[in-house]
């Protein structure tokens, strides 16, 4: 729908006030930045590239207009180098930096739970954040990743559900499943509900996933949120109860589900950065010899656990729990069973 009255033609289009000052707060917000600055000739040509040549306007007006727009707090910045020289306008500031959009851009386009035409879409609306200019500059430097995405186009919607019945802290019930061998998606245990009590969302590893109390085993447990099918939020409330996300969070490892136990591990010390960067600076570390150091921490103990150990060879060496370093111990004659086996 056209913002001018009149029509192009052999009449002239005539804008009024509220029309051209609605239109010059779009061309200000969209095609200026700090790089980009306009002169009122320049606006002025804005105005003839949308309407026609034969549109009507006052320069008088147009700067009344800008004074206007400055009076209800729309930012325009107004520069001018030399007196008699031509002053520029333009609209500098943005709720979000060039680099924050960017940050933005980067992670809709790494995350899985998305999917590839969310992504595009959702980069689209992030790019109008900024000036049209600098929307040009974030176009080159994005990548999508198709093999990674979700096929899920339900994520989006359970994700919001789930925020609102954690807000309300109302139960959950869903099915859930993963894909066999021949790709399929199988529903778990025959497709029965799994009903929770809600307790947060979070982003790891490129994964959503919903922690959650799971009522028939009476434990904590996490679930990945492109695996969940069929969320329906009851009308069961619950009371509130403190639950502390990062922790849990750090505690676990690939997010396995497991049992937490004090666990002493040996590590050499080129990998501090990567015990810090999982346990935190306040993480127990105590300095074993010129080589080691020993962290203790309260973890889930499970494969994933393992997994993780093992990726760092023999820098890392498991003092207990007994239990824990069996398992290592365990899963590395598995591994050398595995490529002594012959004709393989």
């Not at 009903?195 to 447990?221: G, Q, S």
């Not at 499970?302 to 060496?317: I, P, R, T």
Request: hydrophobic letters at 35%; glycine letters at 4%.
């Amino acid at each position: 729908m056209s913002v001018f009255s009149g029509t192009r033609g052999d009449k002239m289009t005539r804008l009024d006030n509220k029309e051209r000052m609605l239109k010059l707060m779009e061309i200000l917000k969209e095609q200026t930045d700090e790089e980009n600055e306009y002169t009122i000739d320049e606006i002025v040509e804005c105005f003839k590239r949308e309407y026609g040549p034969e549109v009507k306007l006052n320069k008088n007006s147009l700067k009344d207009d800008i004074n206007h727009l400055i009076e209800a707090n729309f930012d325009i910045t107004i520069n001018q180098e030399k007196e008699g020289m031509p002053k520029y306008y333009s609209h500098q500031y943005r709720l979000f930096e060039l680099y924050e959009l960017r940050m933005l851009i980067d992670a809709v386009a790494s995350a899985r739970f998305i999917t590839k035409d969310e992504t595009k879409q959702l980069i689209r609306k992030i790019k109008k954040l900024t000036s049209t200019r600098h929307a040009r500059k974030l176009h080159n430097e994005i990548l999508i990743d198709s093999s990674v995405k979700s096929e899920s186009k339900m994520v989006r919607l359970a994700i919001n559900d789930l925020h609102e019945a954690i807000s309300e802290r109302k139960i959950v019930a869903f099915q859930y499943g993963r894909y066999n061998i021949n790709k399929e998606f199988v529903l778990s245990h025959d497709g029965d509900e799994y009903r929770v009590r809600p307790i947060a969302l979070t982003w790891v590893n490129d994964f959503y996933y919903l922690i959650a109390y799971f009522f028939k085993k009476e434990e904590i447990r996490h679930y990945r949120m492109d695996r969940l099918r069929n969320v329906r939020i009851t009308e069961e409330q619950f009371p509130y109860e403190p639950f502390d996300v990062s922790k849990y969070v750090s505690s676990t490892f690939h997010m396995y589900a497991g049992s937490e136990e004090w666990i002493k591990i040996r590590f050499h010390h080129d990998l501090i950065n990567v015990i810090i960067d999982k346990f935190g600076k306040d993480a127990d570390i105590r300095k074993l010899d010129e080589q080691h150091f020993v962290l203790t921490a309260k973890a889930i103990v499970s494969d994933g656990l393992v997994k993780w150990l093992l990726n760092w060879g023999k820098q890392a060496k498991v003092l207990s729990p007994s239990s824990l370093v069996e398992e290592v111990v365990n899963e590395i004659h598995n591994m050398l069973t595995v490529y002594d086996e012959s004709g393989d």
